[in-house]
T-cell receptor
């Protein structure tokens, strides 16, 4: 079974600084996606960034970028120029390969990292 | 555009009472739908998912059940709630498009079992 591990329950960063959130996963599949989701105090889940496993190039979305190390099964999120609005819970997620018996894909989430941004 | 709704937003129920949480999606047809529970310190736990009417896959066979009576409606139920059922319940819709595959989430239901 696939697992996603976020070993940092909480992180802090000074405004305008850079922070990296860690995520490791375990799988025997070769076809999968990885995601980072943000959950602000409103609790609405927001997609931050997506990485396809077959792509070697690390995904980037404005101030957010990932370091995808497929062999090490590591998928970290780097937030540059941190802003107060970045304060939230961040979840790493894994999308499985096609599940034949159910006809779709499964998504597995980590336990989250709470990011605090200090003014 | 697509929108996902959850009802109710907040619910307080006594132990042993039944439960029915509703999720509806607008602006798309034949969506893949998912139910998650978020408990403190445990992240999002996948409970059920469905590819169509009457088709339910279960990940956590506790005292919860799910049903898909209509194409864009997904319901989470329980006959008798336990204290451990307390949590934040999220419904999600899987969006497959060119260049991407992601889930969009509803606003959630906060359930407190007393």
């Amino acid at each position: 079974a696939q697992t996603v591990t976020q070993s940092q329950p909480e992180m802090s960063v000074q405004e305008a600084e850079t922070v990296t959130l860690s995520c490791t996963y375990d799988t025997s599949e070769s076809d999968y996606y990885l995601f980072w989701y943000k959950q602000p105090p409103s609790r609405q889940m927001i997609l931050v960034i997506r990485q396809e496993a077959y792509k070697q190039q690390n995904a980037t979305e404005n101030r957010f970028s990932v370091n995808f190390q497929k062999a090490a099964k590591s998928f970290s999120l780097k937030i540059s120029d941190s802003q107060l609005g970045d304060a939230a819970m961040y979840f790493c997620a894994y999308r499985s390969a096609w599940v034949r018996r159910s006809g779709t894909y499964k998504y597995i989430f980590g336990t989250g990292t709470r990011l605090k941004v200090l003014a | 555009s697509q929108t996902i709704h959850q009802w109710p937003a907040t619910l307080v129920q006594p132990v042993g009472s039944p439960l029915s949480l509703e999720c509806t999606v607008e602006g798309t047809s034949n969506p893949n739908l998912y139910w998650y529970r978020q408990a403190a310190g445990r992240g999002l736990q996948l409970l059920f998912y469905s590819v169509g009417i009457g088709q339910i896959s279960s990940e956590v066979p506790q005292n919860l059940s799910a049903s898909r009576p209509q194409d864009r409606q997904f319901i989470l139920s329980s006959k008798k709630l336990l204290l451990s059922d307390s949590g934040f319940y999220l419904c999600a819709w899987r969006h497959l498009r060119t260049g991407g595959d992601e889930q969009y989430f509803g606003p959630g239901t906060r359930l407190t079992v007393t």
